[in-house]
């Protein structure tokens, strides 16, 4: 008789250990410290394989990855090509990227008489837009995401100018220098980084 009296004490400790130990996890997952939000790349559409990765397939998106901040891009490199398909949503990883074979610039000098940004520096990434000289003609995108990779002020006859050397994909040349032949009006849009968008 005693025998069993002993075996159903044993039985309710342990019914009262269960609830105490779940009573413990979920106060300590409470109490225990959320880790800090980091700043990464996440894809804003489906994307195949081979794309240049650009701006303006990824935005940046707050999230807790901890330790693992390391492994994905918080800012996007210059000519990237994806290695893999992306699904939208997709954290972007630095082993996603592959340098581009296809990423060959060539530099153009363009003249400016009018006021730059003045953010602008060697290294800025821009889009270049002309205003043919025609009634009603309004400005339009020439060469895209072209670097900043020299710049020269200049003064002559008491009017200053500025020359500014943009490297730019080969397949934009043709649409510069058009617009330099018929003496179109050129401006230097500055493009955002991954930050500031």
């Known amino acids: 008789m005693v025998q069993k009296v002993t075996k159903l004490g ?112 060697v290294g800025s990434s821009v889009d270049v837009w002309a205003t043919e000289h025609a009634d009603g003609a309004e400005p339009t995108p020439i060469a895209l995401e072209c670097e900043i990779s020299n710049l020269k002020s200049e003064s002559s006859l008491g009017q200053k100018a500025t020359s500014v050397e943009v490297n730019c994909l080969p397949e934009f040349l043709p649409n510069l220098l058009k617009a330099k032949a018929t003496q179109a009006t050129l401006a230097l849009v500055l493009q955002p980084t991954s930050l500031e968008q």
């Open 10 to 121: 044993k039985r309710s400790s342990a019914w009262f250990a269960i609830p105490a130990a779940i009573a413990l996890g979920v106060a300590t997952a409470l109490l225990w410290p959320q880790s800090a939000t980091t700043g990464v790349l996440v894809a804003n559409r489906d994307l195949a394989a081979g794309t240049v990765a650009s701006n303006q397939d990824f935005s940046v998106a707050r999230v807790r990855i901890g330790d693992s901040a390391s492994l994905y891009l918080t800012k996007m490199p210059a000519g990237g090509v994806l290695v893999h398909r992306m699904a939208q949503g997709e954290l972007l990883t630095r082993t996603s990227l592959a340098p581009s074979p296809l990423k060959t610039t060539l530099p153009t000098v363009l003249q400016f008489k009018d006021t730059l940004p003045v953010e602008l520096r």
